[in-house]
C-alpha cells in the first residue's frame, strides 16, 4: 500500500502526452482524419481485451498482470518514436491499447482486495482518490517537462524520455505483494475465463444499479474523451506555438484531476455519490456549450472543469460498483466498466475526425453537446431510478396517473454482492 502512489507517480510521467497529436500530425505525418481512424486500432484492444483481461487477472494475480501492463507501454513508446506511416501507427495504438487494457480495472481490484485484507475497504474512495490525484500530479508535472523537452530535444526524443518512468514504476512494481482474496463459494481458480465474464454479465443483467451505471459511467467517460483531441488544435487555432507554453497551457485541466480526485471523498460525504456523479452530465455539456460560445484563449479555464469531472469520476463509480460486486468478480467487472465506453469510441472517433477536419471548432463542441447531452440524461435518470428504488426510496408524485406508475414501479432484484451495499447517501 506504501508502494501504490509511488508506483503511479512514476508510471504517470507520460511526457509525450502534451505533444503527442502535434507528434502524430508533424512528425509521422497522419492528418487529424487519419489520426482518429487508427483509434479503432486502440478501442478495439480496450473494447475486447478488458474483459478476458480482467478475468486472466482473477485468476492468475492482479500483480502479475501490472507488471506485464508496463512492459507493453515501454514496447509501444519505442515504436511510437519511430513510426513513420498510417500503418506503423496503428501498431503502435495497439500497443498502447494492449497497455492500458492490462491495468485499468486491474489496479482497482488490487487496491481494493488490499485495503479489504488490511480491513479497510470501506477507506476505498480516499485512497483510490489520493492515488488518482498522485498520478495526476505527476502528469502535471510531465505536461510542463514535455514542452521544456519538446523545445530542447525535440518531439521524437521527448516521446523516447517516457520509457524513464515506466522503468522506474516497473521496478516498483516488483515489490508489490498480491493481496489475498474473500473465500467464494465458487472455486475462483477453477473459473474459466469464459465463466467469469458470464457470471458478471448475469450479475449485471439482473441488478439494474449496476447495469445502469456500467452503462452512465461509459458515456460520461467516452463524453470526456475527445478534449484529448482537441485541446492542442484548440491551442494551435488561439495561435501558441509549441513550447513551454503550448504545454503549460494544457496542465489547467490536470490540475482540476487532481483537485477532482482529492475532493472525491469529500464530495460522496456531503453530497453523496449518487448525486454528485448525477450532476456531471450537466457540467460536459456546460463546458461544451461555452467553449463553443467563448471562442478564445481564455476558454481554456473551460477545459478544467472536464479535468475536474475526470478526477471525481473514477474513484467515485468504482467504489459505488465495488460495493456491488463479489471480490472474485471484481477486476472482470471494472473492466467492463472500461470496455464500455471504449465500445462507444469504436464508431464514433471515425466519424469524429471527418467531422472535425469538415467544420470549424466551436461547430464541434456544439456538435459534442448535442450528441452526448440527451444520451447522458436519459441514462442517469435510469441509473437514479434504480438506485432510489434498491434503497426503497423511490417516491413517484402522486398526479401520475395509477398505469402509468404501475409501469414505472417494477420490483427489481437487490444486488447479490459479497458486502452489503453501503453508500454515502
Not at 506485464?68 to 501498431?91: D, P
Request: proline residues 5%; glycine residues 8%.
Amino acid at each position: 500500500m506504501r508502494l501504490y502512489p509511488v508506483f503511479y507517480f512514476f508510471q504517470s510521467l507520460q511526457f509525450f502526452l502534451p505533444i503527442w497529436i502535434v507528434f502524430a500530425l508533424d512528425e509521422v505525418g497522419l492528418t487529424f482524419a487519419q489520426l482518429t481512424a487508427i483509434g479503432p486500432a486502440f478501442y478495439v484492444i480496450t473494447s475486447f481485451g478488458q474483459a478476458p483481461a480482467g478475468a486472466i487477472a482473477d485468476r492468475f494475480g492482479r500483480v502479475r498482470v501490472i507488471r506485464a501492463s508496463l512492459v507493453i507501454y515501454i514496447a509501444f513508446i519505442i515504436w511510437f518514436a519511430f513510426s513513420a506511416s498510417f500503418w506503423q501507427a496503428a501498431v503502435a495504438w495497439g500497443l498502447w491499447g494492449l497497455s492500458m487494457v492490462t491495468l485499468t480495472g486491474t489496479d482497482s481490484a488490487f487496491l481494493h482486495d488490499s485495503l479489504q485484507a488490511l480491513g479497510r475497504s470501506r477507506d476505498f474512495e480516499r485512497q483510490a482518490g489520493r492515488a488518482f490525484a498522485v498520478r495526476s500530479i505527476a502528469m502535471v508535472a510531465a505536461t510542463f517537462i514535455g514542452g521544456v523537452l519538446a523545445g530542447m530535444i525535440g518531439l521524437q526524443a521527448t516521446v523516447i524520455f517516457c520509457c524513464i518512468g515506466s522503468g522506474l514504476a516497473l521496478l516498483i512494481a516488483f515489490g508489490f505483494r498480491e493481496p489475498p482474496r474473500r473465500a467464494h463459494s465458487i472455486d475462483e481458480q477453477a473459473l474459466s475465463y469464459v465463466s467469469l465474464m458470464k457470471e458478471t454479465l448475469r450479475l449485471a443483467g439482473k441488478t439494474p444499479t449496476i447495469r445502469y451505471s456500467l452503462i452512465f459511467s461509459a458515456l460520461l467517460v467516452a463524453a470526456l474523451v475527445p478534449e484529448f483531441y482537441l485541446i492542442q488544435p484548440f491551442l494551435r487555432e488561439q495561435g501558441i506555438d509549441i513550447g513551454w507554453l503550448f504545454t503549460a497551457l494544457q496542465a489547467p485541466p490536470h490540475i482540476a484531476t487532481v483537485i477532482g480526485a482529492a475532493l472525491a471523498f469529500w464530495l460522496a460525504v456531503r453530497l453523496g455519490i449518487v448525486r454528485t456523479l448525477a450532476s456531471m452530465p450537466f457540467w460536459v455539456v456546460g463546458v461544451y456549450v461555452g467553449i463553443a460560445l467563448w471562442d478564445q484563449l481564455g476558454a481554456i479555464a473551460l477545459f478544467a472543469v472536464l479535468g475536474f469531472a475526470r478526477g471525481a469520476q473514477m474513484p467515485l463509480m468504482e467504489g459505488y460498483l465495488n460495493r456491488r460486486i463479489p471480490s472474485h468478480l471484481r477486476a472482470t467487472a471494472l473492466s467492463l466498466n472500461h470496455m464500455g465506453w471504449a465500445l462507444i469510441m469504436l464508431p464514433f472517433l471515425p466519424i469524429f475526425g471527418q467531422f472535425v477536419e469538415a467544420n470549424t471548432l466551436p461547430t464541434v463542441f456544439l456538435g459534442l453537446a448535442g450528441f452526448y447531452g440527451p444520451l447522458l440524461l436519459i441514462i442517469m435518470i435510469l441509473w437514479v431510478r434504480a438506485d432510489r428504488q434498491e434503497r426503497g426510496r423511490l417516491r413517484l408524485p402522486q398526479a401520475i396517473p395509477a398505469l402509468l406508475r404501475e409501469v414505472l414501479w417494477k420490483p427489481q432484484q437487490r444486488p447479490t454482492s459479497a458486502t452489503r451495499p453501503l453508500d454515502f447517501d
